[in-house]
Every structure is written in C-alpha cells, then in structure tokens.
Antibody, heavy 121, light 108 residues
C-alpha cells in the first residue's frame, strides 16, 4: 500500500523556522516527483513547491520563494520542506503529495494526511 | 499564472440527483492537463479525474470529466451520500500548477 506520512508541524512564532518531513512507502520513491500543497483554515488548496525524482530540479510558488526549501533523501524515501521566515499567512495544513507520473507537472494521485503549521505569537 | 474559477460556489442537491460542476480557466490549459479532486471534512483531497476525462483508480463510472481549452466539467450522474463534499479542479499545464477555489456539494 502506498503511504505518505507527514510530521514536523506545530506552533512557531513569526520569523521562526520549521522543518516538515514526509515519510513514504509502497512505491519507488526516486522515480516520482513530489510536492507540498497547503490549505489555510477554511480555505482552498494552494500548491507550494515541487521537486523532481532525482532532486535536481525544484520549483516554488511565488508566495514562498526565497523562504522555503524543498529537498528529498531517496535513500530514506523521505521528502522535506525547510520553512524559514515564517509569516502568519503561512498558517495551514501542509500536505505531502505524489505526482501521478515522473514529471514535475501533473495530477496528485496520493496524498498524506497533512500536518498543521500555526504561525502566531 | 492560470487562474481557475469554479462555479457554483455551493450546489444543494438530493441523493440521486445529477451534479454538474464547472471549472473555467483564464487561458487555455494545454493538452487538457486538468484534474478534479474530492475533499471531505478533516481529510486529504482524493484524485477523481486527470487529463480532463480519465478516471483515477477506484473511481466509479458515475463520475465523469469533460472539456478542453478553458472550459471543463465534472459530472456525477447519480449522487450518493458519500459524494457530498468539496470538489477542486487543478491545472498542470506549462504555466505551473494552480487550483480552483472549490465547489461545495451539500445535501438539500
């Protein structure tokens, strides 16, 4: 069974940092691009970042560019998101999602359960 | 960036009714790179349709997608209680990834 399990969320002050992890299983992790998608409380979905299967290519939404860094460890089948200079508007549930193909543009066929990030003083 | 506009915002229907949801793009979505997701409260989204009209694994054939260019439609032919949820469209053309604002399908 394919599984994505996020961790690392929590309460952080504005300007602070947090590192999210997404542990995966049930598929050949290195063969697929991966992504982070977030959802602010009561709001819709927002794509945040994506990374190719090899980790050599990364992409970011303008809202997080320069503050967030996506990475992966294919030996550990794990995806990461380093979030710096956090703002109140970054408060959201962060989902790890797998692309349906190897490309970094596509639909997301598998999602994790999400981890909540709250930025507040 | 391609902006996706979903309508209506809320659809009030009864079990057994037909649901028709619209997703309109601000510019053409290349090669029908359009997906639909269902999300229930407290749960992650679930992929229903990709490539505008291909059903994802395990999705029943009463759920269908159609459209091309800038106008796309998700149709649920006969609503079952499990179908009452929020639905999002997503485009993944060459201009990046964006989601629509969602349509809530509620029980009338």
């Amino acid at each position: 069974e394919v599984q994505l399990v996020e961790s690392g969320g929590g309460l952080v002050q504005p300007g602070g940092s947090l590192r999210l992890s997404c542990a995966t299983s049930g598929f050949t992790f290195s063969s697929y691009a991966m992504s982070w998608v977030r959802q602010a409380p009561g709001k819709g979905l927002e794509w945040v970042s994506a990374i190719s299967g090899s980790g050599g290519s990364t992409y970011y939404a303008d809202s997080v560019k320069g503050r967030f860094t996506i990475s992966r460890d294919n030996s550990k089948n794990t995806l990461y998101m380093q979030m710096n200079s956090l703002r109140a508007e970054d408060t959201a549930v962060y989902y790890c999602a797998k692309f349906e193909t190897a490309a970094t543009l596509g639909a997301f066929d598998i999602w994790g359960q999400g981890t909540m990030v709250t930025v507040s003083s | 960036e391609i902006v996706l506009t979903q309508s209506p915002g809320t659809l009030s229907l009864s079990p057994g009714d037909r649901a028709t949801l619209s997703c309109r793009a601000s510019q053409s979505v290349g090669s029908s790179y359009l997906a639909w997701y269902q999300q229930k409260p407290g749960q992650a989204p679930r992929l229903l349709i990709y490539g505008a009209s291909s059903r994802a694994t395990g999705i029943p054939d009463r759920v269908s997608g159609s459209g091309s260019g800038t106008d796309f439609t998700l149709t649920i032919s006969r609503l079952e209680t499990e179908d009452f949820a929020v639905y999002y469209c997503q485009q993944y053309g060459t201009s990046g990834l964006t989601f629509g604002g969602g349509t809530k399908v509620e029980i009338k």
